[in-house]
C-alpha cells in the first residue's frame, strides 16, 4: 500500500484554488496518497513546520529558512510575484518616520511580512503577533498603531478609511529587481524523490486543472475564504498565482535564494542550503 501523506494548506483562495482538484481526488497518484487535508492559517502551518509536524504543508518563505535541513521546496505550489506582497497600513495622519513608536502588528513572527518590515524598517521593534484575519479589526478599533496586512485583507483595508503607509513587496521588487517570495510548499526530505517528484506533478496538475475549470472550485473557497465576494476572490487568486505557482523558474528560484541570504545576512534564521 502507498503511504498516506499529511498535508497542510491555507483556508486563503490562493491555496484553496490550487489543491481543490488533487485533494477531491481528480488528480491520479502512483507513489503515494493523501490524507484529509488541514486548512490553517499561515502562522500556524509555519510553526508545524518547526516541529516537523505534516509532512507536506504550505509555509512562509521566511519559515523555510529555519527548517531547509528537514523540507524541501516543491518546483510548484508557490506564490511569489510582483504587486502582491504585504502592506504596511495605519490611519491617516500616521507617518514612517514616526513609527518606531507604534506598536505595528504582524500576522506571525516567521511570515514573510514580518520578516519584510524587519529589512525595510530596522527601526520598528515594538512588533505584536496577531491572526492576520484579526489585524485590520484591531486597527479599526485603534488597540494597535499600524499592521502589516496580506491576503484579502490587501483588498479590503480601504473601506475602513485605513493608508497604506508603505508596500513592503514594492519595497523588495525595487531594493533587488527580483518578485516576491511569499510561501511556498515543502515536503520532507525522508519522503525520497520518487514521491517528491510525483507530488510537484500532482500539484501542477492540480493547478492546470483549476485554470482549465476555474469555477469548478468556486464552492470550496468560498467555504474558507475570509472574503466571500466574487471580485475579491479573483483578485486574490489572480495576484497571488501564476506561472511561479506552475513552476518556479530560474527567477524564481533567484528570488528565494536572494531572500534566504538576506535572512541569514540579518540573523533572521541560521545559514542553511540554497536552491540549486
Given amino acids: 500500500m502507498p503511504p498516506a501523506l499529511s498535508l497542510g494548506f491555507s483556508p486563503c483562495p490562493n491555496d484553496t484554488f490550487i489543491f481543490h482538484a488533487l485533494i477531491s481526488g481528480q488528480i491520479p497518484l502512483r507513489h503515494f496518497s493523501l490524507l484529509p487535508p488541514v486548512l490553517a492559517d499561515v502562522e500556524t502551518l509555519n510553526g508545524w513546520a518547526r516541529d516537523a509536524r505534516l509532512e507536506v504543508t504550505k509555509l512562509s518563505f521566511h519559515a523555510f529558512g529555519h527548517v531547509r535541513d528537514e523540507y524541501r521546496l516543491l518546483a510548484s505550489g508557490s506564490a511569489l510575484g510582483r504587486g502582491c506582497g504585504p502592506l504596511l497600513v495605519g490611519h491617516p495622519g500616521l507617518r514612517l518616520d514616526s513609527l518606531a513608536g507604534e506598536t505595528i502588528a504582524v500576522p506571525g513572527l516567521t511570515t514573510t511580512a514580518a520578516m519584510l518590515l524587519t529589512l525595510c524598517l530596522p527601526q520598528c521593534q515594538k512588533i505584536m503577533v496577531m491572526p492576520f484575519d484579526q489585524i485590520l479589526p484591531a486597527l479599526v478599533a485603534g488597540t494597535i498603531g499600524a499592521g502589516v496586512i496580506i491576503h484579502e485583507s490587501r483588498f479590503t483595508y480601504q473601506r475602513h478609511g485605513l493608508r497604506m503607509l508603505i508596500d513592503l513587496g514594492a519595497w523588495w521588487e525595487e531594493t533587488t529587481t527580483l518578485p516576491i517570495p511569499l510561501g511556498g510548499i515543502v515536503a520532507r526530505r525522508s519522503l525520497g524523490d520518487e514521491v517528491i517528484v510525483e507530488l510537484e506533478m500532482a500539484i501542477r496538475q492540480s493547478l492546470q486543472a483549476a ?41 524564481g528560484r533567484a528570488a528565494v535564494n536572494e531572500f534566504l541570504i538576506r535572512g541569514q545576512d540579518a540573523g533572521l534564521f541560521p545559514v542553511g542550503p540554497l536552491l540549486p
Fill in 211 to 251: 485554470f482549465r475549470d476555474p469555477l469548478a472550485s468556486r464552492p470550496y473557497i468560498r467555504f474558507h475564504a475570509q472574503e466571500t465576494e466574487d471580485q475579491v476572490i479573483d483578485d486574490h487568486i489572480a495576484l497571488y498565482v501564476n506561472d511561479h505557482s506552475l513552476a518556479l523558474g530560474e527567477e
